[in-house]
């Protein structure tokens, strides 16, 4: 079976540290991979998407990025972070591109606080 | 670009009643999704709606899709406490292999 892991659970950074949040899926190949950004009480902004390895397609211009070093895994980073940044992310995966009735599947996400 | 709008946004509800939650898409969506969310926790798939009139059912959930009126709804039947969480939709832009999420739907169901 698949399970996805994203870490870590919880993270308070200062305003301007660095950020590295990772997120690995097993048992699938060549999935879709996403990371979606919650802020407080609000809905779920696209971030970033990739459909293999090194392909990242960003959806928001912001102060993040990511890379998909590897088939199942994907990175999310700053160089800089703001107090805006604060929020909570999720990773997820999907056989869209490959299989019709199938959905996202979700991490348990990473509570990010910016101080 | 895919927009997606749920109403309402936040829903108390009374145990026992039964309550609609309606998402409207803005273009064609290759299909409809409905996620829930348990506070401070991640999201869970309940239904996945591929075609027009399709009709899903979990328990008391109901899931539709009406793809010609780009509308889809989650009813409730009965609710109970256990229902009480945020409950998304989402919608796959055609050519893409992204979901677009609706902004959520607060449900908090009472004695």
């Known amino acids: 079976s698949q399970t996805i892991h994203q870490w870590p659970a919880t993270l308070v950074q200062p305003v301007g540290s660095p950020l590295s949040l990772e997120c690995t899926v097993e048992?699938?190949?060549?999935?879709?991979l996403y990371w979606y950004r919650q802020a407080a009480g609000r809905g779920l902004q696209l971030l970033f998407y990739s459909v293999g390895i090194g392909q990242i397609s960003s959806e928001v211009p912001q102060n993040l990025s990511a890379s998909r070093p590897q088939d199942r895994q994907f990175i999310l980073s700053s160089k800089k972070l703001l107090l805006s940044d604060s929020g909570f992310y999720l990773c997820?995966?999907?056989?869209?591109?490959?299989?019709?009735?199938?959905?996202?599947?979700f991490g348990q996400g990473t509570r990010l606080t910016v101080v | 670009e895919l927009k997606v709008e749920q109403n309402p946004l936040f829903l108390s509800m009374q145990e026992g009643k039964n309550y609609t939650i309606y998402c409207n898409y803005s273009?064609?969506?290759?299909?409809l999704y409905w996620y829930r969310q348990d506070p401070g926790k991640s999201l869970e798939s309940l239904f996945v709606?591929?075609?027009?009139?399709a009709v899903k059912q979990e328990g008391r959930l109901m899931a539709s899709l009406d793809t010609k009126a780009r509308l889809s709804t989650l009813h409730i039947t009965a609710a109970v406490h256990d229902l009480s969480a945020t409950y998304f939709c989402a919608g796959k832009p055609g050519g893409y292999n992204k979901l677009i999420f609706g902004a959520g739907t607060r449900l908090a169901v009472h004695p």
């Open positions: 997820a995966w999907s056989l869209l591109h490959r299989l019709l009735n199938t959905e996202a599947f």
């Open positions: 709606l591929l075609s027009n009139g």
């Open positions: 273009t064609t969506s290759d299909r």
């Open positions: 048992g699938t190949s060549n999935p879709n």
